[in-house]
C-alpha cells in the first residue's frame, strides 16, 4: 500500500478531506521550499505538491509560470530539488507528490526518475503531459516502487476515457476543475458537482480537485463530492511578494490563507 493509499484510506475513515497545497521546488530557493512545506503541514494540510521548475509548463497560467522562471534563473537542479527533499522529508508527518513533465523524468531515465524521488520520499509523480495510453511503462515502475502515478481528467474528457485513465492511475485522480491552464478564478462552473460524482460512481479511487481554487466559498462548494482540493496560484502569487517582504512575514501570511481554507474544508 502506498503512502497515499494509507493517508486517503485514514482520511476517509476520519470522514476528513485533504487540503493540497502547490508550490514551485526553489521559489525563490530550497531552504524556503523546505521551511514552506513545514509551515504548510504544521497548519494541517494533508499532503503537498511540488513543482518542478520547466521552461515549457504545459498547463500553467501566468503565476505559475513565472514562478518556474524565477526558480530556473537560480540554475536549480533536479537532483538538488531531491536532496533538500531527502533532508525535510523525515521531519514532515504527510506526503509530498511532485507535478513533473515527463521530459525530465524521460531524461533522468523512468527507473532511475522513481528510486530516486522514492529515496527521496516522494509519494508520487502527477505527470500532466504523458497521455494515459503511454503510460504504461512508468506506471509498471511505479507499482514495482509502490510510488503513485497520478492522473488527470478534464471537464473536456469524454466519460470513456474517463475511466480508462482512472484504470491506469494511482494514488489519487487529479479532476481539473476548468477548462484551461491553472490560475485563480471568481466562479467555478457547478457541472463539476456533476461530473466529479459521476466519476466517483465508476472508481474507488480518491478524486482531488484542482485548477481554479482560491476562496473558501469554492472550498465549500466542493468539498462535499471531492476527497481532496488542490490550490496552487493563490499560494505561488503571495510567494510572489518574498522579494519586499520578510519571509517569516510571507510565511505567516500563507499559512493564515491555508488555515482560511482548511477552516473552510473541515468545518
Given at each position: 500500500?502506498?503512502?497515499?493509499?494509507?493517508?486517503?484510506?485514514?482520511?476517509?475513515?476520519?470522514?476528513?478531506?485533504?487540503?493540497?497545497?502547490?508550490?514551485?521546488?526553489?521559489?525563490?530557493?530550497?531552504?524556503?521550499?523546505?521551511?514552506?512545506?513545514?509551515?504548510?503541514?504544521?497548519?494541517?494540510?494533508?499532503?503537498?505538491?511540488?513543482?518542478?521548475?520547466?521552461?515549457d509548463p504545459i498547463a500553467d497560467g501566468p503565476v505559475i509560470q513565472d514562478s518556474y522562471t524565477r526558480a530556473l534563473q537560480h540554475k536549480i537542479k533536479l537532483a538538488e530539488i531531491f536532496a533538500m527533499l531527502g533532508r525535510t522529508m523525515p521531519e514532515l508527518k504527510a506526503p509530498v507528490v511532485t507535478m513533473v513533465s515527463y521530459a525530465i523524468i524521460y531524461r533522468q531515465g523512468l527507473e532511475a526518475f522513481v528510486t530516486t524521488a522514492r529515496q527521496a520520499g516522494v509519494a508520487g509523480a502527477i505527470v500532466p503531459d504523458l497521455p494515459a495510453e503511454?503510460?504504461?511503462?512508468?506506471?509498471?515502475?511505479?507499482?514495482?516502487?509502490?510510488?503513485?502515478?497520478?492522473?488527470?481528467?478534464?471537464?473536456?474528457?469524454?466519460?470513456?476515457?474517463?475511466?480508462?485513465?482512472?484504470?491506469?492511475?494511482?494514488?489519487?485522480?487529479?479532476?481539473?476543475?476548468?477548462?484551461?491552464?491553472?490560475?485563480?478564478?471568481?466562479?467555478?462552473?457547478?457541472?463539476?458537482?456533476?461530473?466529479?460524482?459521476?466519476?466517483?460512481?465508476?472508481?474507488?479511487?480518491?478524486?482531488?480537485?484542482?485548477?481554479?481554487?482560491?476562496?473558501?466559498?469554492?472550498?465549500?462548494?466542493?468539498?462535499p463530492v471531492a476527497d481532496g482540493l488542490i490550490v496552487g496560484s493563490a499560494i505561488v502569487r503571495r510567494l510572489a511578494a518574498i522579494a519586499t517582504q520578510p519571509r517569516e512575514a510571507v510565511l505567516q501570511e500563507i499559512g493564515d490563507y491555508v488555515t482560511t481554507l482548511l477552516a473552510a474544508l473541515q468545518p
Open positions: 500500500m502506498s503512502a497515499l493509499d494509507t493517508l486517503f484510506r485514514d482520511l476517509r475513515h476520519a470522514k476528513r478531506k485533504a487540503l493540497m497545497p502547490f508550490i514551485t521546488a526553489g521559489d525563490p530557493d530550497l531552504n524556503f521550499t523546505a521551511d514552506l512545506l513545514r509551515c504548510l503541514i504544521a497548519r494541517g494540510c494533508s499532503l503537498c505538491e511540488l513543482g518542478i521548475p520547466y521552461s503511454e503510460s504504461s511503462a512508468l506506471a509498471e515502475i511505479c507499482r514495482h516502487h509502490d510510488f503513485s502515478l497520478i492522473q488527470l481528467v478534464t471537464p473536456t474528457t469524454s466519460r470513456e476515457r474517463a475511466l480508462r485513465i482512472a484504470e491506469r492511475t494511482s494514488g489519487f485522480i487529479y479532476y481539473v476543475s476548468v477548462t484551461g491552464i491553472t490560475g485563480e478564478r471568481t466562479e467555478l462552473p457547478h457541472e463539476i458537482l456533476d461530473n466529479v460524482s459521476w466519476l466517483r460512481g465508476q472508481t474507488p479511487l480518491p478524486i482531488c480537485i484542482g485548477f481554479g481554487i482560491s476562496r473558501p466559498e469554492h472550498v465549500r462548494m466542493l468539498a
